[in-house]
């Protein structure tokens, strides 16, 4: 109920390719979905972040795709280019009153070839 | 910008000893965590602390474990008594938190790398 399952756990892509990283999770309390981004050496670095209220947002290149009937969302990387080659966290929380505990998915590994 | 800061990057202590991990939160945020992540793992919360309290913690967090804010600034994970399970990363986050705002950002520091020998 609480996990959050991520894939694929890695992924290629070249220059300008549009990387896709798929999350899902099974707890319906769940009202706060953020993307992070690490850094070899670095600690998560909030992306982008939706609500369930939304099926879609938009930062830059960076775009959530929510779908709260299929209790899935995705991160896509549009025009992806070699310094966005990183480890992407999704991640959940939610529950109501004081739980503001993050829920981690296990990863991707993306890597962008000039 | 500002970021959440932590000290030290990297920390070796023999197994059975104490080690205290520090953070400097952003400074106007309320609401602090701390999480770890076992190399190769994802990433595991371990306690929330708000207005001087824990507001929440997982089952990681036993009495081992204990969290401080000694002062206006410094937010401390210490572990009484280090087993080499807790070798680790662990990583201080503070968000802002106000009654009916729900879930805001939360902002990481780059964290301690914990090695227990």
């Known amino acids: 109920q609480q996990q959050v399952k991520q894939s694929p756990q890695s992924l290629i892509v070249q220059k300008g390719g549009i990387p896709i990283i798929n999350c899902a999770y099974e707890?319906?309390?769940?009202?706060?979905f953020p993307w992070y981004q690490q850094f070899p050496g670095k600690g998560p670095a909030l992306l982008i972040a939706?609500?369930?209220d939304v099926s879609e947002k938009k930062e830059g290149r960076f775009t959530i795709s929510f779908n709260k009937s299929a209790k899935q969302f995705s991160l896509h990387i549009m025009d992806s280019q070699p310094g966005d080659s990183a480890t992407y966290f999704c991640?959940?929380?939610?529950?109501?009153?004081?739980?503001?505990?993050?829920?981690w998915g296990l990863g991707t590994s993306l890597a962008v070839n000039p | 910008e500002p970021e959440v800061t932590q000290t030290p990057s990297h920390q070796v202590t023999q197994m059975g000893q104490e080690v205290i991990l520090r953070c400097v939160p952003i400074?106007?945020?309320?609401?602090f965590y701390w999480y770890r992540q076992i190399l190769g793992q994802k990433v595991e919360f371990l306690v929330s602390?708000?207005?001087?309290?824990?507001?929440?913690k997982s089952e990681i967090f036993d009495d081992q474990f204990s969290v401080e804010r000694p002062d206006g600034s410094n937010f401390t994970l210490k572990i009484r008594s280090t087993k080499l399970e807790d070798s680790a990363m662990y990583f201080c986050?503070?968000?802002?938190f106000g009654p009916g705002q729900g879930n805001q950002p939360q902002h990481f520091g780059d964290g301690t790398r914990l090695s227990i020998l």
């Open positions: 939706i609500r369930p």
């Open positions: 991640a959940a929380s939610g529950g109501g009153g004081n739980n503001r505990k993050l829920i």
């Open positions: 986050a503070s968000s802002v």
């Open positions: 400074s106007n945020h309320l609401y």
């Open positions: 602390f708000y207005n001087n309290e824990i507001s929440e």
């Open positions: 707890n319906t309390a769940f009202d706060y």
